[in-house]
């Protein structure tokens, strides 16, 4: 199947599921790869009567973009709600494991209850509504794209946090990612409580001393 074709079918599943479902809400995640800090997810149900022009993957959107409709999302949407999953518990649980409890969360902290969670990628939580999942859901569905920006968003602010707690790693310019700047800083530094010690660069530099 061409990629042309699969997306006219998600396309077809999306609009199906807009006319099934009074409310869905679109479910994504930020920060399963990183070296450091939690992981963040973010559920969103949009106001059809309120569109919000400009909804794309936010790792395609410039800062400046992300932060303006990240504030137009949470006066726009009919409800949002971003999640989290610790450091403590994606060291305890795995990656993969602690992602699906901070999207667990996303949804669970909605004020308005959703009857379809639209989840971005090929895995999905346990949800008390019906799941659907989208893989690159997040370029193709408004309501995925829409919890992408709020993920990521809190995601950057949160490690501009850690970066005031810990300047030596200059969290703010690599966001935890495992950089050339940022392994020479762990080198130099070793790892902070803000790392995860379940990750192979953290765990080897923590076994080496």
Known sequence: M????KNVQQADLFLRDM?????????DEAGRGPLAGDVYAAAVILDPARPIAG????????ESKRDALALEIKA???AWCIA??????????????????AMQRAVQGLEVVPELAWIDGNRAPALSCAVRTIVKG??????????SILAKTARDETLLTLHALYPQ????????????????RLREHG???AHRRSFAPVRVLLDMK
């Open 84 to 101: 989290s999953a610790t450091v403590e518990e994606i060291d305890r649980l795995n990656i993969l494991q602690a992602t699906m409890l």
């Open 2 to 5: 061409t990629v042309a074709k």
């Open 138 to 147: 997040d370029a193709l569905v408004p309501a995925i794209s829409a919890a």
């Open 191 to 193: 790892p902070c409580p």
């Open 76 to 78: 726009h949407a009919l």
């Open 19 to 27: 006319a099934d479902f009074a409310h869905c809400a679109g479910v």
């Open 55 to 62: 909804l794309a993957d936010s790792k395609t959107l410039s």
């Open 169 to 184: 790693y200059a969290f703010d310019q690599h966001k935890g990612y495992g950089t050339a700047l940022h392994m020479q």
